[in-house]
Structure formats: C-alpha cells, structure tokens
C-alpha cells in the first residue's frame, strides 16, 4: 500500500502545473504597487528639481543677454519699443534680446520699424508672423500651458506666451507726460544704463517668474495714482476695464506690462482674488496700456507668479539667479525691484 501512496503522489506532482498560485500574484503585485508607492514622489521631486534648475538656466541667459544688449549698444534694452504710427503695440525687451540669445537668424528677419501684426512682419513668419513662433527660453519647463494663443479666425497660433517678465517698477510703469518710468530694472521708451543703478545691479531684480495665461482686466481708467493696498482691493477696478480670464502674459512680442513684465506691488505668488461667473480668479490689472492713444499713465498690478510652489527664481542685474520665498517681506521685495531707491537691502534666503 505504501508503494501505491507514493506512485499516487508522484501522479499529481506531475500533473500540478508550473508557475506562481493567484495568492502568490496578489503578494508580488501588492509588493510592486507598494514600491512605487514609495518611489513615484522622489521621482516627480527629481523631475522638478531639474526643471526649476533649468528654469535658472533660462534666466540666467536672459540676464546674460541683457547685459550683452548694454555692452554692444550702450544701453538696456526698453520693455517697450515703440513703432511709427499711433496707438500701435510696441515691441517687447524680449524680442530686442534675440539677438543675444542665439536667435539671432529670427532677429535679423524682424521689420521693428513696423509693429509685429503687420503685413510685412506676418509675411516673413506665415501666416500669423513672428509672434506665433515660440522661444524656448522664454518658457519655464513647469509650465502647463506652454501653447500658443489660437486665432479664433483662422483656428491657427497667433501668439506664443512667456513665463520670465521684466522688473517695470512697484506700480507706476510709465507715465507719458512726465517721461517718468517705474523705477525698476526696465522701462518703457527708455535706454537704462548700468550707472542708473545707483543701488547696485546684484540689489536689483531683473527678471522674475510669471504665468502664462494669467487672467486680467486693462485699460481702467478709474486706477488709482497710489497703488492697491491690500490684494483684496484690487477686484473693485476689475469691472472699469477690459476683462479676459486668461490673456495676460500670452504675447511676447508686445512690449506691454501685461504680457512681458511684472510690478512689485505685492510679493511674489500673492493672490489677487477676483469672483466672476462662480469662479475665483488669479489676477493682473493694469491702466492705459503703453503705446495706446489717447496715452495715460500706465499703473499696474502684476504678480510675480511660478508654478515651482511656494517660491519664485528671480534674476539679478548682475547675472546672478536666486530663489526667493512667497513670504519675502513686501518692504524687501520692493526695495529689489527698485535700481535707484537708496534701500540697504539684503538678499531674503
């Protein structure tokens, strides 16, 4: 009998299949899930780290560029340059750096005698010209919405937004009956040059991270000449302009506030809250626009936004790119965006 048990036995051994039981597949799948579980946040952190570095890369180069700019002309670059004609869009700061960021080819293939939606200038970029082409280093790689603006006409690109405005001031940008400008690293009309920093080019922030697709409201003539003190008070002037949920900082060839510069009238990633429609929005607001006619003063609250959490990269005149908190003091945060103030400030870490 115990031969005939044995024999039995070894029947089903042979008849048993090979490979892992169900319960056994449950465990190594659970083991699986649980280790990427555990590994997936240091990955997107490591994505992310390399993207916010190359976010510093790109503004470097910017301020490189810059400074490039004032070493072969003599003078920085404006954040707005005007065309001939009246009430026309100007030209940004940006555009007038290609040159200098080895874009030089599309630099070279720009009339700036004419604004960028003329006939001429769209016919050298067919069909919507060279503010439909996208700079690759003018978008941070944490952008969500790196795309272009599409022409409801025509269902193509027109414009391609940036995420790197310049420093245009506290909130005075430009007022066209004095010549007077912001105070800030850049200005509209204007040929800044190093010694105009009296309070020193690594006091003084450059550029600063902002968001694509911001929502806002322009031309409001009720703006006040004294800026917003609080964000809250910023939504009473929404309604006095023209209101766009997501048309601020999408066109950087036009040298307007809205679209190429932020202001330092409140720390960075500062929410300005605007309801509308059973939605809260983010928002930027500005007076008369630059270049329009009839000209006005130019006012505007534009925030210095990132989409990196929590912090904002700044590039300093000098070159230098730093990181600086949400919770930088306002005092502080002013005080790096002016270049003549006479502030002693030191950099918030």
């Known amino acids: 009998m115990l031969s005939c048990d044995i024999h039995l036995e070894r029947c089903r051994s042979a008849r048993r299949p090979a490979g892992f039981s169900l319960v056994e597949l449950l465990v190594v799948m659970a083991i699986v899930a649980t280790l990427i579980g555990l590994l997936l946040p240091a990955v997107q952190s490591a994505r992310e780290a390399a993207r916010r570095t190359q976010c ?41 750096l290609l040159p ?7 630099y070279k293939r720009i009339d700036f005698t004419k604004p960028y939606s003329d006939a001429v200038n769209k016919a050298l970029f067919p ?4 503010a439909a082409q996208r700079v690759d ?3 941070c790689p944490s952008e969500p919405n790196a795309r272009p603006v599409i022409d409801a006409a025509t269902a193509l690109p027109k414009h391609y937004p940036l995420n790197y405005g310049l420093n245009v001031g506290a909130y005075l940008v430009y007022d066209p009956s004095s010549g007077a ?8 009309f204007a040929k800044l040059k ?37 964000p809250a008070e910023v939504a009473s002037f929404v309604g006095a302009g023209t209101w766009s ?45 630059e270049g329009i006619s009839p000209p006005g003063p130019t006012r505007a609250v534009v925030t210095s936004r990132s989409h990196h959490g929590g912090v904002v990269n700044v590039a300093m005149m000098d070159a230098s790119v730093t990181t600086i908190t949400s919770e930088v003091d306002a005092v502080v945060w002013q005080a790096l965006g002016s270049r003549a103030g006479g502030e002693s400030v030191t950099m918030p870490r």
């Not at 200098?100 to 599309?106: R, Y």
């Not at 069909?127 to 060279?130: E, F, L």
């Not at 990633?269 to 930027?284: C, H, K, L, M, S």
């Open 56 to 96: 510093q890369v790109n503004m470097r180069q910017l301020a490189l560029a810059g400074q490039l700019h004032e070493s072969a002309k003599g003078f920085l670059p404006p954040s707005a340059r005007a065309v001939s004609g009246t009430g026309l869009a100007p030209w940004s700061g940006q555009a007038l």
């Open 100 to 106: 200098f960021l080895e874009a030089d080819t599309l």
């Open 127 to 130: 069909p919507n010209g060279v």
């Open 137 to 139: 280093v003018l978008i």
């Open 181 to 188: 400008d912001g105070g800030g690293a850049f200005a509209p």
């Open 194 to 230: 190093a010694r105009h920093f009296a309070d020193g080019m690594s006091k003084t922030i450059g550029l600063a991270e902002v968001k694509a697709f911001t929502p806002r409201s322009q031309d409001i003539s009720s703006l006040p000449s004294t800026a917003p003190a609080s």
């Open 245 to 289: 949920p997501e048309a601020g900082h999408t066109e950087w060839v036009c040298g307007r506030a809205l679209h190429i510069g932020f202001t330092t009238t409140f720390p960075p990633n500062t929410v300005v809250p605007y309801q509308r429609d059973g939605a809260t929005y983010d928002i930027d607001i500005s007076s008369t626009r």
